[in-house]
């Protein structure tokens, strides 16, 4: 399966950055291409590509709190965004990889720069707060 892996570092604690990553509802404010959110029920959401009103990307979101994990699992395209958090001092490092299904592998580029920008927004949102 095509994947990546980015790493960030956030000028802010953990929490701060723990904050954005497991709420849905806070992704249109860091996540690249994200426009719209609906929270649904027991980690389910619905996202909406900046762009494509018409166009319901259904969600799940994973958590594991003791971890610093976050995995985001598109049900439509199958792909599959793990997120990890690492606290070092006041600062934490931000680890996401992202795992493409080979009928996707055409958007792996894409997926890369839309990650980069989004990893360094959640960095700054993080520290800023």
């Known amino acids: 399966m095509p994947s990546f892996t980015l ?9 701060e950055v723990w904050k954005l990553l ?3 509802a806070r992704f249109p404010e860091w996540w690249a ?5 609906a929270i649904g029920a027991e980690g389910d959401y619905t996202m909406w590509p900046a762009g ?3 166009f319901p ?5 994973g958590a594991e709190p003791a971890d610093g994990r976050v995995t985001i699992s598109c049900l439509v395209s199958d792909l599959i965004f793990q997120w990890r958090l690492r606290a070092d001092g006041e600062a934490t ?19 890369r720069r839309i990650l980069e920008r989004s990893l360094t927004t ?3 949102m993080a520290a800023a707060a």
């Open 33 to 37: 291409g994200v426009e719209t959110v």
């Open 52 to 54: 494509y009103p018409d």
């Open 93 to 111: 490092d931000i680890d996401v990889e992202v795992e493409v299904p080979e009928r996707e592998a055409h958007r792996l580029g894409d997926q």
């Open 7 to 15: 790493t960030a570092r956030a000028a802010a604690p953990v929490e």
């Open 122 to 124: 959640l960095a700054e």
């Open 57 to 61: 990307m259904a969600q799940h979101l």
């Open 22 to 24: 497991h709420d849905p």
